[in-house]
């Protein structure tokens, strides 16, 4: 093997996960895997701006780690504009994550005109928005990465939520193929595919009973929670992940390819 394939110099790998002096956007920061995600970055020390359509929610996470609160609709032209313009009075902005989603649930044939478009809305609209306008104030700040979270629906059937699988499943498409158009602008871009996690909504939706139905069939041995998500897109914020680009990470404790169906929300 020649010396260009394995340089004498090792690199600090901690110190590639670190995140200081860096500006990093979550958009649904309000809750869940979003206020994980902002404590596992302002831990690795970023500072970030949380943004979320509740205003007094990300105000609570972003006083948990001395961060910034922005109220926007992340669904909104506009709104998004001005997120990311607030965003970089706080500094260049280098990373995005982007949590966004709710899972409408219910047969193909209930979905009319109106349900189909809301699904799509919620769950792809701001992807693209993100992509737009947070892609170019991250190649404008030199580069970075943004990181979505898709859904293991995304790629695998799940009762009651084949709509809801197919927006996700085009946020991963979307996603992965950006990370190529907007590559030689020095930004990655990847998705994280939960299985399921007990989130606090979904934990609040169902019953005890449900959960130990569900939690039998992963191979873990329980769902996962909004931390073990979090750890995965520090992962991908950071230089830590510096060569990974367009790809799909799933997090389900082994689940794979089938999902168990779920009475409502979001995993």
Known sequence: MSLAADPDVVPSYPGLLRLDGRTVVVLGAGAGMGRQSVHALAQAGASVVCVDRELDLAAVV???????????????????????AEAAGHGPVTGVVDVVGMALMGAIDEFDDDRWDQQFAVCLRHVLLTVQIGGAAVANAGGGALVFVGSGSG??????QAVY????AAVHRLATSAGRELA??????????PG?????????????????????????GRAGTP????????FLI??????VNG???????????????LGTAEP
């Open 247 to 261: 790809q799909v990470l799933t997090v389900d404790g082994g689940l794979g390819g089938s999902l168990p169906a």
């Open 165 to 168: 699988g197919a927006s996700k």
């Open 62 to 84: 972003a006083e948990e780690v001395g961060g910034h609160a922005v109220g926007a609709d992340v669904t909104d032209r506009a709104a998004m504009d001005r997120a990311f």
């Open 227 to 234: 931390a073990e998500i979090a750890g995965p897109i520090l």
């Open 238 to 243: 950071s230089e830590l992940s510096a060569y």
């Open 196 to 220: 399921l996690t007990r989130t606090p909504r979904l934990d609040a939706a169902l019953p005890a009973s449900a959960w130990t139905d569900y939690e039998r069939r992963i191979p873990r």
């Open 184 to 193: 030689p602008r020095g930004v990655r871009v990847n998705v994280v595919a």
């Open 155 to 160: 790629d695998a059937y799940c009762p009651g």
